[in-house]
């Protein structure tokens, strides 16, 4: 147990509908990472959060936002799916502000039917 | 090209063998991580390295920064190392993500 948490463990939801991810970190730790893993992609970066500032973007799209509140915890809000955003998304948690260890949540399956 | 590349992709051994991955990187990094990945999909940290070597139980992770390689190792391989194992960069700067590689699926016959 990685004490990284996220909530739900599987969404099923239709194309054009909006979703929210829910992360939380490991006591501690203020940077919180959000990665997607897809069939085609691979695992790739989305977004790092910072003791609640956004520190850096990576591949996400504009129809997807982050925010991290004030307890640390962070939610990733997928909006107007569409069928290839389907993926499982993880987010890790690291004490630091850049190199660091990561440590990885169980991650949340999406489907988008 | 990929910013990282693993070999092999795909890797069958039985069980007491001696395991090597590699991974191999385009960019300048401040640390490599190796990650490992079972079926279930829970992704575990194994290493964080940025010079020389690391030792785990079985597991040994080396890096040589001017050649922008590293490798795993497994010594006395066993079914339940049976996994996806990772490696992913951390470029640095204080603002950046993981890039990873696309993983090399592990397969040990009892």
């Known amino acids: 147990d990685s004490g990284v948490t996220q909530t739900p463990k599987h969404l099923i939801t239709a194309t054009g509908q909006r979703v929210t991810l829910r992360c939380s970190p490991r006591?501690?730790?203020?940077?919180v990472y959000w990665y997607q893993q897809s069939l085609d992609q691979g695992l790739q970066f989305l977004i790092q959060y910072y003791n609640g500032e956004e520190r850096a973007k990576g591949n996400i799209l504009e129809r997807f936002s982050a925010q991290q509140f004030p307890d640390l915890h962070s939610e990733l809000n997928l909006s107007s799916l569409e069928l290839g955003d389907s993926a499982l998304y993880f987010c890790a948690s690291s004490d630091l502000r850049g190199v660091g260890e990561q440590f990885f949540g169980p991650g949340t399956r999406l489907t988008v039917l | 090209k990929n910013e990282v590349e693993q070999s092999p992709q795909n890797l069958t051994a039985q069980e007491g063998e001696f395991i090597t991955i590699n991974c191999s990187y385009s960019?300048?990094?401040?640390?490599l991580h190796w990650l490992q990945q079972h079926p279930g999909g829970g992704i575990v940290s194994l290493f964080m390295l940025s010079s020389g070597k690391k030792k785990h139980g079985r597991l040994i992770a080396t890096i040589n920064i001017q050649e922008k390689h590293s490798s795993l190792h497994i010594t006395a391989s066993h079914p339940r190392d049976s996994a996806v194992y990772i490696c992913?960069?951390?470029?640095?700067?204080?603002?950046?993500?993981?890039?990873f590689g696309k993983g090399t699926h592990l397969i040990i016959q009892p």
């Open positions: 960019v300048g990094i401040s640390a």
């Open positions: 006591s501690g730790d203020l940077s």
């Open positions: 992913a960069v951390y470029r640095g700067g204080g603002a950046d993500g993981l890039t």
